[in-house]
């Protein structure tokens, strides 16, 4: 099992990922209060497609499905501040969504056969903003991008700033540094449930 994940580290690692740490599962920390950001006040997204809420079963569905669990994979991607609110952030988050995806993918092929990976925003602004709907919420019912998008960790209440603590990263977003300049690096991050 240690080498299966460390394998799998590595695999975040040479797919773009900044950072990947093995979590255990209870540490996790999921809070209905960030799921409920989602609608209060409404993002924009809300709503739009199969990965965000309401079309997600929440924060106390994913409390009783980490019980099952042991650990997970956690990652970032080290950005700067203004690629994150720039045009170039679909991108980005592409890049989060499919690195996600290819640890749920990875783990799945060497038997870890209910790995379930989470991401950060919308799969319908990253991967279908050209297209007027949601597929998989219209009347064929499946999605344009199965083999990359994954649902998104906010829709869940997972706590991302708890897991940066827990695994030492730090939480300095926004904040300032020594010369009272506001941060301009920031991440964005994923998380793999392993089992």
Same mark, same amino acid.
């Given at each position: 099992?240690?080498?299966?994940?460390?394998?799998?580290?590595?695999?975040?690692?040479?797919?773009?990922?900044?950072?990947?740490?093995?979590?255990?599962?209870?540490?996790?920390?999921?809070?209905?209060?960030?799921?409920?950001?989602?609608?209060?006040?409404?993002?924009?997204?809300?709503?739009?497609?199969?990965?965000?809420?309401?079309?997600?079963?929440?924060?106390?569905?994913?409390?009783?499905?980490?019980?099952?669990?042991?650990?997970?994979?956690?990652?970032?991607?080290?950005?700067?501040?203004?690629?994150?609110?720039?045009?170039?952030?679909?991108?980005?988050?592409?890049?989060?969504?499919?690195?996600?995806?290819?640890?749920?993918?990875?783990?799945?092929?060497?038997?870890?056969?209910?790995?379930?990976?989470? $991401?950060?925003?919308?799969?319908?602004?990253?991967?279908?903003? *050209?297209?007027?709907? !949601?597929?998989?919420? #219209?009347? =064929?019912? @499946?999605?344009?991008?199965?083999?990359?998008?994954?649902?998104?960790?906010?829709?869940?209440?997972?706590?991302? $700033?708890?897991?940066?603590?827990?695994?030492?990263?730090?939480? *300095?977003?926004?904040? !300032?540094?020594?010369? #009272?300049? =506001?941060? @301009?690096?920031?991440?964005?991050?994923?998380?793999?449930?392993?089992?």
């Amino acid at each position: 099992m240690k080498d299966l994940l460390q394998e799998l580290l590595h695999g975040a690692c040479l797919a773009g990922a900044t950072k990947a740490a093995i979590v255990a599962a209870r540490d996790i920390v999921v809070e209905d209060e960030l799921a409920e950001r989602c609608h209060l006040p409404r993002c924009e997204n809300y709503g739009f497609s199969l990965s965000c809420p309401p079309h997600v079963a929440g924060s106390a569905a994913l409390r009783a499905q980490l019980e099952t669990y042991e650990k997970a994979l956690f990652f970032k991607i080290d950005v700067p501040v203004h690629v994150l609110y720039s045009s170039d952030s679909r991108e980005l988050f592409q890049l989060l969504h499919e690195i996600a995806a290819g640890i749920e993918q990875s783990a799945i092929m060497r038997g870890m056969v209910r790995a379930q990976a989470y $991401a950060g925003d919308s799969c319908k602004r990253i991967f279908c903003h *050209d297209q007027p709907d !949601c597929q998989a919420l #219209g009347t =064929l019912r @499946t999605c344009r991008y199965p083999q990359s998008a994954r649902p998104s960790m906010s829709g869940f209440g997972i706590n991302v $700033a708890a897991l940066l603590r827990r695994v030492g990263w730090g939480t *300095d977003v926004g904040e !300032c540094n020594t010369d #009272g300049d =506001l941060a @301009t690096n920031t991440y964005v991050c994923g998380l793999v449930l392993l089992s």
